[in-house]
């Protein structure tokens, strides 16, 4: 990595994107916290400032082609490029999620968020990352949509409840995360899928099981990955995840 990397991490705010955005921070890095709520945007970087860490503001609805565009706008002005991406904004949707009984326009609005918004928020920023020495992307996905824990005899206990709109967008997720990597094979860009467990955040009204600094372990060691480093894969904290 150069000596000033810089960072754009989505939905850093809160949970375990404001913990990634520590962490990098703690680098030395320079971070972009990228938030749709102006409050709550600007109250992060200044927690992260008052934390030591080279924090600014993101105005970012991933939802909005004109905010992203206007996103990776701001980043050339504010930091002059752009190291690593960390596609962490993402949401629930509405429970409960049993497929016979779900309202479409549920999965619709997760789909939007977390597949379509990490495919708008990647593109708008592939220009500035391609310029970087050692490029990085991370897609914060999620072990329930791994097809394998789905199918598996224990799903329950691997794979979490049924939930037809926000597991399901993971495992698009997962397969948008290797049709880059297949795209971007031959350049310097690394890509990857990691899950940070069981986080207790709000968008499980806090009955995860780990703290957001430990959820945001896995963000943080794939947006540090050497030059020699894997692209194209799905790992959490043990290991390699399944597909």
């Known amino acids: ?3 000033r990397t810089i960072a754009l991490v989505t939905g850093a705010n809160k949970g375990i994107g404001h913990e990634i955005a520590a962490g990098l921070g703690a680098l030395g890095w320079r971070v972009g916290v990228g938030a749709r709520d102006d409050g709550r945007r600007e109250a992060a970087v200044e927690r992260l400032r008052a934390a030591g860490v080279d924090a600014f503001g993101v105005p970012l609805d991933v939802t909005d082609d004109a905010s992203v565009t206007a996103a990776a706008r701001l980043i050339e ?3 002059g490029g752009l190291d690593v ?3 962490n904004a993402g949401i629930a949707g509405t429970m409960p999620q049993e497929p016979t009984r779900i309202d479409p326009a549920v999965i619709r609005t997760v789909v939007e968020t977390n597949v379509i ?3 708008r928020v990647t593109n708008a920023m592939m220009p500035l990352l391609r310029r970087s020495a050692a490029p990085r992307i991370v897609n914060m996905s999620s072990s329930v949509g791994s097809l394998t824990r789905q199918s598996g005899a224990d799903a329950e206990r691997t794979a979490g409840p049924i939930a037809v709109a926000y597991a399901p967008s993971k495992t698009f997720l997962n397969a948008v995360t290797l049709q880059y990597a297949r795209e971007l094979r031959g350049t310097n860009i690394l890509i990857n899928a990691g899950c940070p467990g069981y986080v ?10 780990r703290t957001p600094e430990q959820g945001a372990a896995i963000g943080i060691r794939l947006a540090t990955l050497p030059d020699d480093g894997p692209t194209g894969q799905f790992f ?3 290991g390699v995840v399944p597909w």
């Open 117 to 119: 918004g990490v495919v």
């Open 1 to 3: 990595m150069s000596e």
């Open 236 to 238: 959490d904290d043990a």
């Open 200 to 209: 207790a955040t709000d968008l499980n009204a806090f009955h995860g099981v």
């Open 85 to 87: 991406l960390v596609n």
């Open 77 to 79: 002005e504010r930091a």
